[in-house]
Every structure is written in C-alpha cells, then in structure tokens.
C-alpha cells in the first residue's frame, strides 16, 4: 500500500526538487516506509511505501527491465501470484516477485486491458516513454483514490489526495458549491465529484489515457443486473466458495495480517474464515463506546468462540482532538460518525499488524440496511403520503438527506447551488425501486462514504485495509440473486446470517444491529461538545461565507433547548448539527 503521484509536463526539468519533496511528504503517512522519485523527460512519478509484498525489492517508482515504461503504484494485486505464471508462460521474464512487476508485464501483454486481469484493490499510473503517453485506473469498486488536475501550464497533475496536488504548489483550490450541497444532504461527496472545480477524480472501474494534452477516460467495469434462476441452497453453497476464495486471496503478504471484529455478523464472518486458514491465533481488534453503545461483549464472545488474540479499546465521550484529527486528514468534507472511531481502531491495529480485514461491502451486497425494508414496514395510519406517493427508492432518498432539498435552499445564501445527489444512471435506470437503492448503496455509498472513511482513516496510521465482501466475482454473483434470499420485510442480510449460524449461535446473530459510529446525539449534549459546537458555529464562522446565519442558528438553538435526550428523538436534528460543524472544522484546517 503506497501513495502516488505523477506530473506530466512539457519539460520536467521545471519542476523544483522542493515541489516533488513537499510532495513525497505529504504522502508520508500513507507510505512510511519508503519513497521514491523517477524522472523522465516529461514526466515524473513518485511514491511512498508501505510494504507489504516482496519487501526487500518492491522499492517504487519502478521501471521495467526490458521495455521503457515505468509504474507507480497504489494496492494489491490479489491474483498477482497466478498472473505472474500466466505471464511467465507467454515469455515474460521477471526481476521482482512484487505484484508491482507483474501489472507492468500485463500492461506489455494486454494493453490497457491489463485492468480486466487483476483482482485486487489499486490506483496506479504507468508511464510509457516511446509514445509519451500517461496511463491510470482505479480498480472496480474505488478502494483506493486517484485525483488529477491540470495547472496554468496544462501540465497534468496525479496524485492518491488531493493534499499532494497541492503540495506541489502549482494548483489552489476552488471550491465547488454544487458538491458543497451533496455534502449537506449526504454527509459526503459522491464518488465522481470533488469538492473543488479545479480537481478531478477517476470513478470506480475506469482508466485514464493522456497524450498530447489529452484525457481520454474509459469505464472498463460495472454490476450489471443479470438475474440468475437458482436456488436458496445452491446459491449458499456458492457463497460459502467465493467468500472462501476472497478471504484466502486477502491473506496473502509478506506481513502479519489482524481483522477488525465488532461482534457483527460481517466481521465475524471473515474473522472466522480468516482463522481457519492460518497456523495461529490472529489478532483481533474492537471499539466500545460504554454502556450505551458498546457492543464488545459481543466482540469478545466472537473472540473466544473463534479463538483470536483479541485487543479492544474503550472510547470516552473526551474525544475532540481525535474528532479534529480526522477531519484534518480528509481532502474534502466527510461526516459519517464513525470517521474518527475507525481512526482510533485503525492506531489501535497498527501497533500489532500492518494489515487488517474487515467486513466493509457486506451491508451493501447481502442488503443490510434497515432502509431496505422501511418502506415494506410503513403503517398506513401514520405514513399515508408517503405510503401512497413515494414509492420505496423516493423515500429512500429522503429518508438519507440529512438536510431536504427545501431545507438546503433555506440554508443556502444563493440556493442556485442546490442541486440532485442521484445520478442520471440510476435515475432513469428501469430496475424496480429496491434494486436502485441497492445500485446507489454499490455506486454512490459505498465508495463516497464508506470506502473513503475506511482508506483515509486507515492509511493516516499507516494501516492497509482488505475487504473480502468486495472480491468483485463474489459482487457480481450476490447482486444478482433473487432479493428475498437477502432481505424480507422482518429480517435482512438473510443467506449471509444463515451461513454464520453454522458458526455462532442464533442470539448471537439474530439481535439488533447498532453500527459503529459514536453517540453523537448523546456526545452533542454534552457540555464540552455543547462548548465546541456553539464557538465553532458562532458568527465569525467559515461557513456563514455561503450560508445562512439565523438558519444555522434556529437549528442550533432548537437542538439545545432540548436538554431532555429521551424526548429529542429526531436524528436529523442532531446529524445537521454534525454536518455542519464537520464542515466549518474541515475549512478551519483546509482554508
């Protein structure tokens, strides 16, 4: 796991050591243990390692042993081992037993098709010096970031944050007010935008060509809605195959590899399988948050039921700096309460291991969310409008607004910012309203919210994450069972609850699911928070450069003058508070 960048320029030799050095170094917590530089004549790439595979001679950037080319690379290739062999027979020869090595060699076999040969998670760019061209991709579901831009001189500007395209000093950011809305509705920004006008990012499954001033980009891969006609026990079977084949894969490095076990049905799955497959206890890694939210009985139950070298960590409600911290590192503003949570998990797991699993994917696949079946689940007597008006997938995207269209135009200074989060795609898509909101948690969600929380969050330690759920062939397969193996109007993640079953007992994973974000409902009310809520959203706050004081404050002062928690129930209450001090905190540190 790296950090990368590349600069293609008419003349390389332009770019000041002291741009590329700033550079290297704000990448340095995503690749503490080494970095490195590779200049051509117009085009530079570089990197920071965190080692993983073939530790002594995986050193990046990497140049090939036969042909001009050149690679700096993000990820892991999980089929590298098997690619390699398929390589090797078509006549390739091989310095490294990096997976690095083995995409330069699929890009001299395959071209740019090379992308449809790997299985793994990765963001990288290859440079090829005979025809001066700049190739870069992401992988299926955008585990890994890739951020471009073009400075005053059109020179092209790569890099895994958007910290680093900065840090070159050539690029000053511009906000874009349309994803500022997103941001306010969603809590993120979705997957194809950035927060700035002047920065750009690939989407999941797509590769870039440069050349000649020119970006030619392509989307090589997409979950397509296929049906198959199988039945219940034929489609466990295979579940329980591809889940095995996908945790396998992720436990391959040169490296100690742990798992994040919350007690959940997804983290104790692939902890499970994990254990099977090694020679020794793994170590195992939980977050509590006291009394009122803590699931580590359960963790922990799960811990000794598999046997694990279990490490857990208590959180308290005094929690600011650590809240702060991670808003710092993100590039762009991002809410979800259990950003700074993973965070703390993600310190924890790194003092033991390099590399932890988790069940990140499986919510979206096996359809996890109560939202799912709320619609199913509505009472005519006090939901008719909505019952009767707004079909599931409408209510879905009203229900994850955290601010409504008409309440972002009342908070806005110039609502002319205000604009749709769905994209056309699944907008005008004719799947039935369950399978749009499953395509938008696959394509938007995920990769705008949990994906992005679970890279930064990792990699600001040093800390790669693997997710099994996501292997992209068990994707395609559970995506395109029939929903009631998944969900029903009672129960949801049905086949992957009764998979576990053979493992933990029912009351272990028939309970109510909690999720892992903090209380902040709880948190918010206390006086600490309170203190940091009413300072930082005070009159002299970034944020009322583009929105509306009395609007902010109205909802302030609505929360608060609720000081009885059991009677404020409402959860956008709380959550728009959330949102906004998010945002005016991530200006405080990206002004």
Known sequence: MCGIFGIVAKNSIDIEKSSLDSMLLSLSQRGPDDKGILEFNNCILGQTRLSIIDLPAGHQPMKDNKKNIAITFNGEIYNYKELRRELENKGHNFSTNSDTEVIMKAYHEYGYDCVNHLDGMFAFAIWNENKETLFITRDRFGKKPLYYAYDDCKNLIIASEIKTIFAS??????????????????MYIPPWKTVYKNIFTLVPA???????????????????????????????????????????KRLVADVEI??????????????????????????????????????????????????????????????????KNSISYFDEPHADSSDFPQSILSKLAKEKVKVALSGDGADELFMGYGWYQKHLNLSWNKHLVEKIFLNPFQGYVKNISIFSESERKKLWRNNKHVNKFVNSEIANSKLDSIEKINLFDLTTYLPGQLLTKIDRMGMMHGLEVRSPFLDYKLAEFVFNLPIEF???????????????????????????????????????????MKKLAEEK???????????????????????????????DKT??????????????????FHN
Not at 169 to 186: H, P, T
Not at 547 to 561: K, N, T
Request: net charge positive.
């Open 206 to 248: 797509e590769y870039a060509v440069y050349q000649s001033g020119e970006l030619r980009k392509t989307k090589y891969w997409k979950l397509e809605y296929k049906p198959i006609d199988i039945s219940y026990d034929e489609a466990k079977s295979k579940i329980k195959r591809l889940f095995t084949e996908a945790v396998k």
């Open 537 to 567: 959203l005070g009159k002299n706050a970034n944020i009322y450069k583009f929105l509306s004081y009395d609007a902010v404050r109205e909802i302030i002062e609505d929360f608060y003058e609720n000081s009885d928690l059991k009677k």
């Open 169 to 186: 000093g050539k690029i000053k950011g511009e906000i874009d007010f349309s994803a500022v809305d997103n941001y306010l509705a969603l």
């Open 258 to 323: 742990g798992s994040f076990l919350s007690g959940g049905v997804d983290s104790t799955l692939v902890t499970a399988y994990a254990q099977k497959m090694v020679g020794r206890s793994i170590k195992t890694f939980s977050l509590g948050y006291g009394e009122n939210r803590s699931e580590l009985h359960y963790a922990k139950e799960a811990s000794e039921k598999i046997g694990t070298d279990h490490y857990t960590l208590e959180a308290n409600e005094n929690l600011i700096d650590a809240f």
């Open 486 to 528: 998944k969900m029903n109007k009672n129960e949801n993640k049905i086949i992957l609850k009764d998979i576990l079953s053979e493992i933990m007992p029912k009351e272990f994973i028939y309970r109510r699911k909690q999720g892992f974000g903090a209380p902040v409902r709880k948190w918010l009310k206390t006086p600490v």
């Open 571 to 588: 959860e956008s209450k709380y959550y728009k508070i959330w949102v906004l001090l998010s945002l005016e905190l991530w200006l405080e």
